[in-house]
């Protein structure tokens, strides 16, 4: 017969390794030290990471990179993001290495930083930028996505699909902006829905702010297809200003 203590260190071991599954055993922004217990990041890391500050200002820099493109309530995101650096690694770990905790664990973060805020209104929908199926496929999930659904949790709000990439295009890494702008044009749809959202206040969310073109593309068409619609957006990180 079994011994309680037994039985007790059978499911500590089946729980430890549980949590080595989901969680990276590796520090997610130097590969070297081993993370916070249930987190992504080691301590020295996380007192390290490249945070904005545009939870509690406005007209940040971000909102100041989208002003005049299309109406904008707000916008923030988590970091900083600079070539080479520990958000970066995050960031690919995410979209190409299926650790799709990393999504996760930052939407947690977004939504505790806006709950926070005294300045961000409550949106009423998160909409998350879509991905095309077959990047879908090759990635697993779409991280945009992934990011939504744990801020969704977080603020309690509901995420809401209204944008499809209705074909594939090439990956935007190296474009301008006026590049990426012509390449995604044509690609993105609007989703009808039974769900009213006249006036509504909607969080557009995506992973990284790089040229803008990407959210500039689905602001218009949710602008285009929804009537006084209105817009916020939220991302992991902001690049560096090109």
Known sequence: MTSRSSVFAILKEVGESILHFIYPQACIGCF???????????????????????????????????????PLIAATAIFYFYKEGKIQNCI????????????????????????????????????????HEKRRAQRGYNQSEVFARAISEGLDIPVIHL??????????TAMSRENRLKNIADSMQFQKGKTA?????????????????????????????????????????????L
């Open 197 to 241: 959202l006249e006036g509504k206040h909607l969080l557009l969310v995506d992973d990284v702010l790089t040229t803008g073109a990407t959210l500039e593309a689905c602001a218009s068409i949710l602008l285009k297809n929804i009537k006084n619609c209105r817009l916020s957006v939220g991302t992991i990180a902001i690049a560096e200003s």
């Open 32 to 70: 070297e030290q081993e993370p916070i217990r249930e987190d992504i990041f080691c301590l020295d890391c996380k007192l390290d990471l490249p945070f904005t500050t545009f939870f509690e200002v406005r007209n940040n820099d971000m909102e100041m990179r989208l002003k005049g493109r299309f």
């Open 163 to 172: 944008l499809k990439k209705s074909h594939f295009t090439e990956s935007q």
């Open 92 to 131: 690919h770990q995410l979209k190409y290495n299926r650790k799709r905790v990393v999504g996760e664990k930052l939407g947690q973060r977004f939504a505790s930083l806006y709950k926070a805020s005294p300045s961000l209104e409550t949106p009423d929908y998160i909409v998350p930028v879509p991905l």
